[in-house]
């Protein structure tokens, strides 16, 4: 039955693959000395390099002039076009650090430090590898969804904050906050709940902010929270409960952690649904008692806040008080190369991603497609064209936030994502009309089996939705009880179809895959293989 696609099991989470953890350094031999040797590759007077010899552990750092922007993407230490690892950010956010290097002779030379596709040793570099010859790719026959779950409902709301006690956290000195913002549908009790959490954004603004928590001086948190409100206010008019938490003090703490804050963000996740879960039963509480049906959770993540949820579903045990029925990942990191199984997924990926610039998202899609055999939930993949990683949050997304905030796509002329020069880049609002059809599509199909959903979420042809300026991404699904067939394994040939894979050259190896064909040169597609 085609409702049935949309549904799984919930509960199992299956590590893929096994990485580098972010940020752990290898204990030095105490019987080693220690010598400094400063290389000055690039521009002088953009950052400092220096080579670190420290009881027989070898360092390179790179030290910028001003503090780092905080960005859901990583900073990448390269020689040439290969990138060798992923820095640490020292207590100045200005001290990045790679240890273990082993550099021979000539290689100093040759080293670069890039943050998305920008390079910060040298003024003006940006590496466009990924995005050439993407302009001139026609779209060819689009199709319109006859339903736009992104439509508001007839259900009357209710808006309000909340503010419960700190979580402590065992790697930052101070608590993660527990601050909420609730929109409900004011007639309906037992509502579904989606649970948004945002990504990776500056944690405080005004003057005195010194980068630690809780804000100093006249400075005051980033409602981050907030940017999800049109998402939330959407939903509740069609019945579903909302909550939008804020994770500030990970934001501001967790380059202490060694895995980038994704397990900071699952206790904070997982802690809201507990104290949720309470609230819920206790007669004293009238705003919330019966309002939420938490045997029916959606998590929505947002960048670094994906790679939370998603560590959430994996971190929930078989006894939660609550479960957990699918998630959206909207241009999520994946540091950790792993994806949770059994879980209805679905990512959005924003084209003109300039934080999370590789895209790194779709491996949540790839890799548990082949998780297990007996498998049989949809994940699917929205590459949505003229997005970038900000504007998804009103409160990152300038004219509108209250905070001071940027457009995250560096090159204003580029030809399919310059604001200056692109017709297909779409304008804030067009970017959350459109986030709006995904996560409606996604919410629906999850929690109610909605067979329509799968007219936005997996379509033959790129959907087109014109209640967003005409807004257009190419949507493609996995799983849901399809059979996957590979060339040479079981596919079969028909008309003009070519056996071949989909695929992108990655741009620190140039070597193609096999079979590639299709519009895999273009180095957007929908799946591809990375190289690390």
């Known amino acids: ?55 027989g552990v070898d360092t390179v750092e790179w030290r910028s002039p001003s503090r780092l922007p905080v960005t859901d993407g990583r900073s990448e230490f390269r020689l040439g076009d290969r990138v060798i690892g992923y820095p640490d950010i020292g207590a100045d956010r200005r001290t990045l650090s790679l240890h273990n290097v082993d550099l021979t002779a000539g ?40 339903v736009d779950p992104g439509e508001a409902g007839d259900h009357p709301i209710v808006r309000f904050d909340y503010r419960s006690a700190p979580v402590p956290w065992r790697e930052y000195p101070s608590p993660m906050e527990t601050v909420g913002h609730v929109v409900l549908p004011a007639d309906v009790d037992g509502a579904p709940l989606v649970l948004f959490l945002h990504g990776r954004h500056q944690a405080c603004y005004g003057r005195g902010d010194d980068f630690e928590w809780p804000c100093a001086g006249q400075s005051k948190p980033v409602p981050s929270q907030l940017g999800y409100d049109y998402l939330q206010r959407m939903l509740a008019s069609q019945g579903y409960a909302t909550v ?23 206790a904070l996740v997982r802690h809201h649904l507990e104290l949720l879960g309470q609230w819920v039963a206790d007669l004293g509480r009238p705003r919330w008692f019966g309002k939420l049906d938490l045997d029916r959770v959606v998590l929505v993540g947002h960048s670094r806040g994906g790679e939370g949820v998603d560590q959430a579903v994996i971190d929930t045990s078989a006894g939660a ?67 970038n990683h900000n504007f998804f949050n009103t409160e990152w997304t300038p004219g509108i936030s209250k905070a001071p905030s940027w457009d995250d796509w560096g090159d204003q002329d580029h030809p399919l994502c310059g604001r200056k020069a692109a017709p297909t880049r779409l304008s804030a609002a067009e970017q959350r009309r459109a986030a709006r059809s995904f996560v409606g599509a996604a919410v629906h199909g999850f929690v109610g089996a909605d067979p329509a959903a799968l007219d936005l979420l997996d379509s033959a042809r790129p959907v087109r939705l014109p209640a967003a300026g005409g807004a257009v991404a190419w949507t493609h699904a996995l799983g849901g009880d399809r059979d996957t067939v590979r060339p040479r394994a079981g596919a079969r040939i028909t008309g003009a179809a070519t056996a071949c894979r989909s695929g992108t050259v990655s741009p620190f190896n140039r070597a193609a895959p096999p079979d590639l064909c299709g519009n895999g040169v273009h180095a957007r597609e929908v799946h591809w293989t990375l190289a690390y």
């Open 1 to 55: 039955m085609k409702s049935q696609r949309l549904i799984g099991l919930v509960g199992l989470a299956l590590i893929v693959t096994a990485a580098p953890a972010v940020g752990l350094a290898q204990e030095p031999d105490p019987g080693d000395a220690g010598t400094i040797t400063r290389i000055a590759p690039g521009d002088a007077d953009r950052g400092a390099w220096r080579l670190r010899s420290d009881h």
């Open 107 to 146: 290689q100093a030379d040759r080293l670069e430090v890039w943050l998305g596709d920008n390079r910060l040793d040298t003024a003006g570099d940006r590496d466009l590898r990924r995005i050439g010859g993407v302009a001139a790719a026609p779209v060819g026959p689009t199709a319109v969804p006859a």
């Open 244 to 266: 939008s938490i804020a994770a500030n003090a990970i934001n501001q703490q967790d380059w202490r952690s060694p895995d980038g804050g994704a397990s900071a963000r699952s």
């Open 321 to 387: 008080p609550y479960t957990i029925e699918g998630q959206v990942l909207i241009g999520p990191v994946d540091f950790a190369y792993q994806t949770a199984g059994d879980m209805p997924t679905v990512v959005l990926l924003p084209y003109c991603d300039g934080d999370v610039y590789d895209l790194q998202g779709q491996r949540y899609v790839d890799a548990a497609a082949t998780l297990t055999s007996d498998d049989p939930t949809l994940r699917s993949s929205v590459l949505m064209r003229g997005a």
